[in-house]
């Protein structure tokens, strides 16, 4: 995302010096979950002392895009990346973005864009070493359209993986990486949803995970089944999910507020786990914690379901796990 946003890469797959920074940002994120919720621990800087750590983290991060963004000045160049772009916008526009609000935009997209994706592919992986069935139709799928990890994503091919497709948009309904509600306030006059007045100033919100659960729209809604989202060409086998309207599949929220990065996020989360695929057989770890991750019968209520991955509200989610075992495969 570094990359992508600011035209430079840290590459924390083979340099450990930024990983640090994950962490920070999902306990920011807690801190900032709260806020949400409660703003009065603002007062007196509350917060501060409920979450040492989170606002520790928070520092840290805000130090680092500060760093970045003052190497990206200094170099001074006029790049394609989001940075480099809201730069040029705001020059060019009779209604600039100032300093701050693109410092502001580059802090959102940097955790958005990294913690959320993250978040949805643990998911995928965890339900497809959770249901075997899954994942050998896909491997299938997979192995049969691509014989090298570079012709992933260079035409048409991936597109049509549609179990693939499938297996993506079924992890993302059962365990979304922003699962609560995005809450609005209601501006003036009021507004009426569903025939009930809601007076002004009153925050309004429908939970996205409740939504996805809702057996109204999506029939088993705990079960991870992929075939729902297959169309009768592609062998559609959940024939009471025929009817059912994809506005109800609304991951990346909707309307004037939906998620611009949509697209992006969708295309990562195919590409990697098309090439994962390709390149190894993997399953759930045999070890005590091959568990992490799941949900348990003696669990708290809504956390009983040992096939469901199991994330935490922290504006996007906390997760743990899913712990794999992966042999590379013969040839690659």
């Known amino acids: 995302m570094a990359d992508f946003i600011y ?39 509350l917060d501060r002392k409920l ?13 680092f895009i ?7 000045k200094s170099e001074n160049g006029v790049g394609q990346s989001i940075y480099e772009q809201l730069g040029t916008q705001r020059k060019s526009t009779d209604h600039p973005l100032t300093p701050e609000e693109i410092r502001s935009e580059a802090m959102l997209l940097t955790i ?11 998911a995928a992986l965890f339900y497809l070493g959770k ?10 799928e997979i192995r049969t359209k691509f014989s090298v990890v570079d012709g992933i994503g260079q035409d ?22 922003v699962g609560s509600s995005m809450w609005r306030e209601v501006g003036p006059g009021g507004t009426s949803i569903d025939g009930e007045f809601i ?5 309004v919100g429908t939970g996205i995970y409740s939504i996805h659960h809702n057996p109204k729209y999506f029939p088993r809604p705990h079960d991870f089944i ?12 959940c024939k009471e999910q025929a009817d059912i309207p994809f506005a109800a599949y609304i991951l990346f929220s909707a309307g004037t507020r939906a998620c611009l990065g949509r697209h992006l996020a969708i295309t990562e989360l195919l590409t990697t786990i098309a090439a994962l695929v390709l390149l190894y057989d993997f399953r759930i770890s045999h070890t005590e914690n091959g568990e992490l991750g799941c949900g348990h019968a003696l669990g708290r209520h809504g956390r009983t379901n040992p096939g469901e991955f199991q994330l935490y509200h922290r504006v996007t989610s906390g997760k743990e796990g899913p712990i794999l075992q992966l042999r590379p495969r013969k040839g690659n």
């Open 7 to 45: 035209g430079k890469s840290y590459d924390l797959i083979h340099c450990p010096d930024y990983r640090h920074l994950l962490e920070h940002i999902e306990e920011s994120n807690l801190r900032t979950g709260v806020l949400l919720y409660c703003p009065q621990l603002y007062i007196g800087r």
């Open 51 to 63: 979450f040492p750590r989170a606002s520790t983290g928070n520092k840290t991060i805000h130090s």
């Open 66 to 72: 500060n760093q970045i963004i003052q190497e990206r």
């Open 112 to 122: 958005a864009g990294n913690d959320t994706t993250s978040t949805a592919l643990c």
């Open 131 to 140: 249901n075997l069935h899954a994942y050998e139709k896909l491997a299938a």
């Open 156 to 177: 048409e091919t991936l597109r049509n993986c549609h179990y693939l497709h499938a297996c993506t948009y079924e992890s993302l309904r059962m365990s979304p990486p």
């Open 199 to 203: 007076p002004c100033g009153y925050g």
């Open 226 to 237: 992929p075939e729902r989202w297959l169309s009768e060409k592609d062998g559609f086998i």
